[in-house]
């Protein structure tokens, strides 16, 4: 229900589109973080991605999290990056694969994660 509700605004085919794109970028990865303002369903399911949510992105990136293996951060409602002090820390060093309005997509390829969270205060 709540999926429906998301994807049935007037914006729906962009948000299908941009979900379709996210997955096509990645290569339609199983290392994805996922921050999603509403789900992280309609990525994860209109992209064919598969990924783990961070969930409260205002603060560091959560040890279960930096301990992972993962290839991208994708950002959904980009309102994020300008809200979350914690997010726009995280996402600095890395590369930004693809943006639009709606989306960021973040290489995470290339660092260990788990030192750069450990490194903050």
Do not use: C
Not at 41 to 47: I, K, R, S
Not at 101 to 117: C, K, P, T, V
Request: without cysteine; negative net charge.
């Amino acid at each position: 229900y709540k999926s429906h509700a998301v994807l049935s605004d007037t914006d729906t085919r962009a948000a299908v589109a941009d979900y379709v794109r996210i997955g096509e970028l990645t290569n339609h990865t199983t290392r994805a973080i996922v921050v999603d303002q509403e789900l992280s369903t309609p990525v994860m399911y209109w992209g064919w991605i598969v990924g783990r949510i961070w969930e409260f992105p205002d603060g560091p990136l959560p040890d279960h999290l930096a301990e992972g293996n993962w290839d991208y951060l994708i950002v959904v409602g980009r309102s994020f990056l300008q809200t979350s002090q914690g997010l726009r820390d995280f996402t600095r060093p890395f590369p930004i694969v693809a943006q639009n309005e709606r989306y960021a997509i973040f290489d995470l390829s290339g660092r260990e994660l788990g030192e750069q969270a450990s490194s903050r205060p």
